[in-house]
């Protein structure tokens, strides 16, 4: 192994300026951190939308709202024209189920949906009305629920938050750059427009506004949850020992030689792997985040790295 100041040399070119890096890692998440999170006292942050969950089937009502994400819904139902084309972006209004006969035998159970133009489009389950009634959720593909959506929005609206994340984007969906850790204003809160995550995030910094995909419900675990991606208070204040040129790079996602773990930590986020490294000169620490990312520190300060 290579004493780290050959790995620096090699990496001259990146060491000597900062660059921008849209890292957001997931960690794998061990059977031990499981349970080290589950006995962890939860943060505001983790407790403040965890009860925003989809209605299970038994509580449906007639009039219940889901949006379409995705025009592939068509291929759900028994279209036949270019009628299909325009139902993204509305929505499908349930008006109830009931049980239909099947091959098996077993029950079948078909749910009527209801276009903005009226016509009725039957969702067909291969499960019967009571198996359906006892489950906790149901999901009809390519779409997202209201009520959820609107009761995060209710709560997040006109509020000023610390974003987490700078994996923005614009309000139609592109990819941009964003900032860690400024305060951003929610203006809106929306059905998704990916079809992975149920909410869009709108909001605004300093006039420039933006987006961000974001789940509802679920744990601290839950992936792109509101703990994740924002917090109440200004992380700045708990790390006052951290110089003001630090911290502008830390906003960018930036680092630079001879900064801490918890700096590089704040302006990348958690690497997805550590390991300790033996070198003639002793251990050296490696963090990994995918893609050749690395961050390599000896005696606690980023000596090299690759972005």
Not at 138 to 164: C, N, Q
Not at 227 to 246: K, M, Q
Not at 273 to 295: C, H, K, N
């Amino acid at each position: 192994m290579k004493h780290p100041a050959i790995i620096a040399a090699a990496l001259t070119a990146i060491a000597l300026h900062s660059c921008f890096t849209g890292i957001e890692s997931t960690p794998r998440i061990t059977a031990g951190e499981v349970r080290r999170q589950s006995a962890a006292k939860p943060t505001p942050e983790m407790l403040f939308l965890a009860d925003i969950l989809p209605e299970p089937p038994a509580e449906w009502n007639t009039g219940k709202r889901f949006y379409v994400s995705d025009n592939r819904i068509a291929k759900l139902f028994s279209y036949t024209d270019g009628r299909s084309d325009s139902l993204a972006g509305t929505d499908l209004i349930y008006a109830g189920r009931s049980g239909a006969p099947s091959l098996t035998g077993e029950g079948a159970t078909e749910i009527d949906l209801v276009t903005w133009r009226g016509d009725t489009l039957q969702y067909r389950i291969d499960a019967s009305p009571e198996n359906i009634a006892a489950r906790p959720r149901l999901e009809i593909p390519f779409t997202i629920e209201r009520a959820p959506v609107e009761r995060a929005d209710s709560m997040m609206r006109g509020h000023i938050y610390y974003i987490s994340t700078p994996l923005w984007r614009t309000v139609d969906g592109r990819s941009r750059p964003g900032l860690r850790h400024v305060p951003v204003s929610i203006e809106r809160v929306e059905p998704g427009i990916d079809g992975i995550y149920p909410a869009a995030v709108i909001f605004s910094h300093e006039g420039d506004t933006a987006m961000v995909m974001m789940s509802l419900g679920g744990t601290a675990g839950t992936p792109r949850s509101f703990a994740s991606l924002f917090s109440f208070t200004n992380p700045r204040d708990a790390f006052p020992h951290i110089s003001d040129e630090v911290w502008q790079l830390i906003v960018h996602s930036r680092v630079q030689h001879a900064m801490t773990r918890d700096e590089c930590r704040l302006a990348l986020g958690t690497p997805t792997r550590t390991e300790q490294i033996p070198t003639t000169a002793g251990m050296v620490e490696r963090w990994s985040y995918g893609d050749g990312i690395y961050l390599i520190f000896e005696d606690g300060a980023l000596t090299s790295y690759r972005l």
